[in-house]
């Protein structure tokens, strides 16, 4: 069916429709995966649920700029909220489109926070050795733990892999993967040696059918789920004093700041994670510039010094 044409002459709302307009929309984004779908519907309904509060008729472009900023008041990072504006923005854009809805999102970005810091912490060489020597007992979190650390995978693309998505190609183990905001599994990463052979490993003649599977009882023929893979990585993580701050996505970071570790460069960073931004990757590369840098330990050395020799 023919959208109709933008009219400026719109009887333009003075509420949320929220039964009809958000479920026509969400049915215009059926081509895009399913993730995305529930990202957008999350962030559509926080923002209808942000104009309910503070008893927002129809908002205004100002409207939305309070939305976002309060965002960033939450603590939420810039990737999150930028995805959150772009859920929100295209919804009005569907609307101006035929004719129902002013675009209040023309012209708004989102707001800027701080790119140089990261929510997770990364693990010293010592503790990557101390998680993994805490997992030789189980072949599966050992491969999994292994992979993690040597490819940056993300939970969600360590849960969706296959046994099949594992190929050679060049000479090379690629494991294809689902990468983020993908419908297929065009991405991938280089497994080395060593990790294809943990892999093999724990398949135990399997060539189809989930990478890593469940070890319940009750479900050992199950893939793990997100929750799973958090929930093992996080135990192995507290076992060696991690706590607040470090959670599987430290596992990623961790990738990044040893590539650039053993001589990798920011691109190389780029490549294996599979940022689209090349500044996200550059949050890595001043995580440790800041390790190196000593100049608080130099200063209270030579303070210290200082004084030292005037009560001499």
């Known amino acids: 069916m023919k959208e109709p044409a933008l009219t400026q002459t719109a009887n333009l709302p003075t509420s949320l429709d929220l039964g009809a307009l958000y ?10 995966s399913s993730r995305t779908i529930d990202t957008y519907r999350k962030a559509i309904r926080q923002f209808f649920a942000f104009c309910s509060v503070h ?6 472009p100002s409207d939305v700029e309070d939305y976002l ?12 909220i930028s995805v959150y504006l772009t859920a929100v923005r295209t919804f009005f854009k569907w609307g101006s489109r035929r004719g129902i809805l002013p675009d209040v999102t023309e012209g708004i970005e989102a707001p800027e926070t701080d790119r140089d810091t990261h929510t997770k912490g990364y693990l010293q060489d010592s503790e990557e050795t101390e998680l993994l020597t805490l997992a030789q007992n189980s072949p599966r ?18 849960v969706n892999a296959n046994v099949e998505d594992l190929r050679e190609v ?31 490993g724990i398949l135990g003649g399997r060539i189809s059918g989930p990478l890593f599977l469940s070890e319940s009882n009750r479900n050992t023929t199950d893939r793990l789920t997100t929750r799973s893979v958090s929930r093992i990585v996080k135990g192995y993580l507290l076992r060696i004093g991690k706590g607040d701050g470090y959670t599987a996505h430290s596992l990623r970071h961790t990738t990044a700041v040893q590539i650039l570790k053993t001589g990798g460069s920011i691109e190389e960073v780029r490549e294996v994670l599979r940022h689209r931004d090349v500044r996200t990757t550059e949050i890595y590369s001043h995580d440790l510039q800041r390790e190196r840098n000593r100049s608080e330990q130099r200063l209270s050395s030579i303070l210290m010094s200082s004084l030292s020799r005037r009560v001499a």
């Open 23 to 32: 479920s026509d929309y969400l049915r215009t984004l059926g081509r895009k």
């Open 69 to 80: 900023n309060g965002l960033k008041a939450q603590g939420k990072t810039a990737s999150t």
């Open 170 to 200: 060049n000479g090379e183990a690629r494991l294809y993967i689902l990468g983020k905001g993908r419908t297929a599994k065009t991405d991938y990463v280089k497994v080395g040696t060593e990790a294809l052979s943990l892999l093999k």
């Open 141 to 158: 979190d050992f491969a999994l733990l292994f992979l993690m650390l040597t490819t940056g995978l993300r939970t969600t693309e360590i």
């Open 55 to 60: 008893g927002i008729g129809f908002p205004t």
